[in-house]
């Protein structure tokens, strides 16, 4: 089962990369259309591949997908919010007696133990 779910995260995130780089290609081609479409994709690729642009539109694309992924797993998987019970006393007023009966419930053996000496 473990591999199961191992081999589709490996396929959802070169998934996920190969989008990305779709696109990037997709921008790259476009810059050779003829005319105004042309000029329009050499224009955007130009700015996106700008060194502080570049950085920038980076970040915030890995962010984007970032984002959406873990949306998306929060959606399949539900929230992780997990209520814990409250003790209904405080630890400081544990009396002697349920202290012992608590360390034998951890380790019943060390009574046992004693007996047999």
């Known amino acids: 089962m473990a591999a199961d779910e191992r081999s589709k995260q490996i396929l ?21 259309l003829p005319g105004l479409g042309g000029e329009f994709f050499a224009r955007i690729l130009g700015t996106i591949t700008t060194p502080f642009l570049m950085e920038i539109a980076l970040f915030t694309l890995g962010l984007v997908v970032v984002m959406t ?3 998306w797993r929060n959606q399949r998987e539900g929230d992780e919010l997990v209520h814990l019970d409250e003790p209904e006393s ?28």
């Open 12 to 32: 959802v995130g070169t998934a996920v990369i190969a989008g990305v780089s779709g696109i990037l290609v997709l921008l790259a081609a476009g810059r050779y």
């Open 69 to 71: 992924l873990n949306q």
């Open 90 to 117: 405080r630890p400081g007023e544990l009396a002697e007696q349920t202290h012992a009966e608590v360390m034998n419930e951890v380790n019943p053996t060390c009574e046992g133990d004693t007996a047999k000496r």
